[in-house]
Every structure is written in structure tokens, then in C-alpha cells.
């Protein structure tokens, strides 16, 4: 009983989310936000959430999480990065950090805080200014010597 008075509070706490934000908390963004918005932050490709949603029992096109996952973004509740050409990963922690990509596994972690630092940027055109600066640091296993 406990559990179910948690997966309740749990879902008012998403749809009070996706209301302070201008979002009507549908069925659909509930359920996709409860799984994103959960305990830690975390770096997710739309199919990726995709096949949680399916394997998770809730019935949901790809073209509707890639929809929601634009509205989150829109919103200000992900932020999208662009690592890999033809994949891009939504992340939950929307501060300005920058990330390693491990291009062997295609995972996506955060860079520990204050270890980058990112100067002289130049001057953005006028009437435009930096939203942010993306730095992702790709990885790969140590080659060995031959």
C-alpha cells in the first residue's frame, strides 16, 4: 500500500512539474517524465526511452517521445546534446557542464565540475549572445603498444 501512496505522490509531483513549466500533464508526458525525472540525472537517446517506455508496458509511438522530449526541451526541463552524428541525447541536469562521450559503448557522462574551464570566447554577432558552450571530450580504450 505504501508503494502505491508513493507512485502516487510521485506522479502529482511530475504533473506539478509539467504544469510550472506550461505543460498540460497528459497520460503520455506523465509517464515519459516520471522516467526521465527520476532519482539521479542521466543522458538518454529518444529510442532509448522508446524501448523503456515499451518494455515498461506504456504504449507510445517514437514520433510522440521525440514530440514530448522536444516539449521538455522547449520547456527548459532537458537539455539536448548533440554528441554522435546521427544520435542526439537529452540530458535531465540543464546547468552549464560539459561531458565524455565513449564512442566504443556510445555513453554519454557528465565531466566532473570546475576540471574544464573554457576561455576567450569570441564575441557573438549582434543582437545574439552564447546560450551555452558544449564541451564533449570523446573516449576510447587505450591502444595498445605494438
Do not use: C, W
Amino acid at each position: 500500500m505504501a508503494r502505491t501512496e508513493s507512485a502516487g505522490a510521485h506522479s502529482s509531483d511530475t504533473r506539478n512539474l509539467l504544469q510550472s513549466v506550461g505543460l498540460r500533464p497528459t497520460r503520455q508526458r506523465v509517464a515519459l517524465a516520471s522516467m526521465l525525472f527520476g532519482e539521479h540525472d542521466q543522458h538518454i537517446a529518444a529510442e532509448d526511452l522508446h524501448r523503456q517506455a515499451l518494455d515498461a508496458g506504456i504504449p507510445v509511438s517514437l514520433a510522440t517521445v521525440y514530440n514530448t522530449l522536444h516539449q521538455f526541451t522547449d520547456a527548459g526541463l532537458l537539455r539536448i546534446l548533440a554528441v554522435e552524428g546521427q544520435r542526439t541525447y537529452f540530458d535531465t541536469n540543464t546547468s552549464d557542464h560539459h561531458h565524455f562521450f565513449i564512442e566504443e559503448s556510445n555513453v554519454v557522462m557528465d565531466v566532473p565540475e570546475g576540471t574544464v574551464t573554457v576561455g576567450d570566447l569570441p564575441t557573438p554577432p549582434e543582437g545574439m549572445e552564447i546560450a551555452n558552450v558544449d564541451v564533449v571530450i570523446r573516449l576510447r580504450p587505450t591502444r595498445k603498444a605494438r
